[in-house]
């Protein structure tokens, strides 16, 4: 089951359209992140935990329409 929200998949952290290691990357690079929004706090609630992780894993792989993709 993937997880769409507002034109992106949840976990396109780096919001090009595509959900890859790239985006794994950004995640472990800001994790552990609190009071503010990140751009891997996939479920905006200004920290980066675990529970973003659990929105990132269902849409690994998956490539969005042309339209979000640059």
């Not at 595509?18 to 200004?46: H, K």
């Not at 849409?59 to 969005?64: E, F, L, P, R, Y």
Request: proline letters at 1%; a negative charge.
């Amino acid at each position: 089951m993937t997880i769409f929200a507002h034109g992106l998949f949840a976990g396109d952290f780096n919001s090009e359209g595509v959900v890859n290691v790239d985006d794994f990357n950004l995640f472990t690079a800001e994790l552990a992140n609190i009071n503010g929004y990140a751009s891997s706090d996939a479920n905006m609630d200004r920290g980066v935990t675990v529970a973003d992780y659990n929105l990132y894993v269902p849409n690994a792989s998956v490539i969005g329409v042309e339209e979000v993709r640059y």
